[in-house]
């Protein structure tokens, strides 16, 4: 058990670009969660997924942001036409079912959009 | 509307006294409250958790309370390390199928050795 993975660690863009981030949650996990961190905040919660379905997504999660889990394992989080505001650490965390109140991190990717 | 609080930015104690975080929460329907700690550059890692119906929890050198009536935990960290320093966030989850948890803005913690 390595824990949970992300990739990239780190990610600078131009705005008004796509990026894509990777989440590889912890292999037994089927509940899985992205949060958003902002400089001086706690982590935001964005979606969760349960095995493939995406089961509850935030409001700050606008129409730029879709993300997916297609065969329930990893999952990804594509940020379409990105803007300054983008800029941010995402979490990606991952949990058992029966005890789904404990969620796992993994080491973010850090966002930077010039 | 911020619904968990820390309201300590920061923290300072010396190497082997006991180090004190609060927490404080408005929303009624959290019954179950988590602490983790966060090393710059890292996701945040799990420390320690407690339900709803217990009022204290320890885990070695851990301790979360409680205090129902108050809406306000607290995490007790004894004795301190200098290893220990780290921001501490506090996090809360509402009953029922909502999994969703809602974060503090932390506590920077600084042990001196």
């Known amino acids: 058990d390595t824990g949970v993975s992300q990739d990239p660690r780190h990610k600078i863009t131009k705005r008004g670009q796509n990026v894509t981030f990777r989440c590889d949650p912890i292999s037994e996990h089927n509940r899985l969660y992205w949060y958003r961190q902002t400089l001086g905040q706690g982590p935001e919660f964005l979606t969760y997924f349960q095995n493939e379905a995406q089961l509850e997504k935030s409001r700050l999660l606008s129409d730029r942001f879709s993300a997916e889990r297609p065969k329930g394992s990893f999952s990804t989080l594509e940020i379409q036409r990105t803007e300054q505001g983008d800029s941010a650490m995402y979490l990606c965390?991952?949990?058992?079912?029966?005890?789904?109140?404990?969620?796992?991190f993994g080491p973010g990717t850090r966002l930077l959009v010039l | 509307d911020q619904q968990v609080k820390q309201n300590s930015p920061s923290l300072s104690v010396q190497e082997g006294r006991i180090s004190i975080l609060n927490c404080d929460y408005t929303?009624?329907?959290?019954?179950?409250f988590l602490w983790y700690k966060k090393y710059p550059a890292e996701g945040p890692t799990f420390l320690i958790s407690?339900?709803?119906?217990?009022d204290k929890n320890e885990d070695g050198r851990f301790t979360v309370f409680l205090n129902k009536s108050a809406k306000h935990l607290s995490l007790h960290i004894v004795p301190s390390q200098p290893g220990d320093s780290a921001v501490y966030f506090c996090?809360?989850?509402?009953?029922?199928?909502?999994?969703?948890?809602?974060f503090g803005k932390g506590t920077l913690l600084t042990v001196n050795p």
């Open positions: 965390a991952s949990s058992l079912e029966y005890r789904g109140e404990t969620q796992y």
């Open positions: 996090a809360a989850k509402s009953g029922g199928s909502n999994y969703k948890l809602t």
């Open positions: 929303n009624s329907m959290f019954d179950y």
């Open positions: 407690i339900s709803s119906i217990k």
